[in-house]
């Protein structure tokens, strides 16, 4: 009996140690995620033309696809059509600020800073495919 219970104790002594090596792994890439999405500068409008543009953006925890109206170099409406996110559905209200002040620097969601951060690379990259080429 004592030796299933020794076994028992080592084997659990493993999974924790590989529970903890795991999240730490994640948490690590998670940051290095928030640095890259943090980086991503805000696009010129001025190049933007009219139309509706669709923007994707996915990391290992949140996914965001959504479609972005332009018009006269201004964001007037975003749709989300996709948003896996976890606890980060309250990131979605950034995209109000974003159509208010016509910019993706606006103040991220407390609370869903990983999901503000996707949503804001979507909106980015659909604005992007807007950009006439020069």
């Known amino acids: 009996m004592k030796k299933i219970f ?10 924790l140690v590989f529970a903890v090596s795991c999240t730490a792994m994640m948490n690590k890439e998670m940051e290095k995620t928030k640095k890259e999405l943090m980086a991503i ?26 479609e972005v109206s332009v018009k006269n170099h201004k964001i007037i409406s ?4 996709k948003h896996d ?10 995209i109000d600020d974003i159509v208010k002040d016509n910019s993706t620097d606006v103040e991220l969601i407390a609370g869903a800073t990983m999901s503000s951060l996707v949503i804001r690379a979507a909106v980015i990259d659909a604005v992007t495919n807007g950009i006439k080429a020069s």
Do not use: C, H, Q, W
């Open 78 to 81: 975003i749709s989300i059509i």
């Open 85 to 94: 996110n976890g606890k980060g559905k309250p990131a979605e209200a950034i």
């Open 41 to 66: 500068e805000d696009p010129d409008l001025s190049k933007v033309e009219d139309g509706t543009y669709k923007g994707k953006v996915e990391t290992m925890l949140v996914k965001v696809e959504l």
């Open 6 to 15: 020794r076994v028992f104790i080592v084997l659990i002594f493993f999974v």
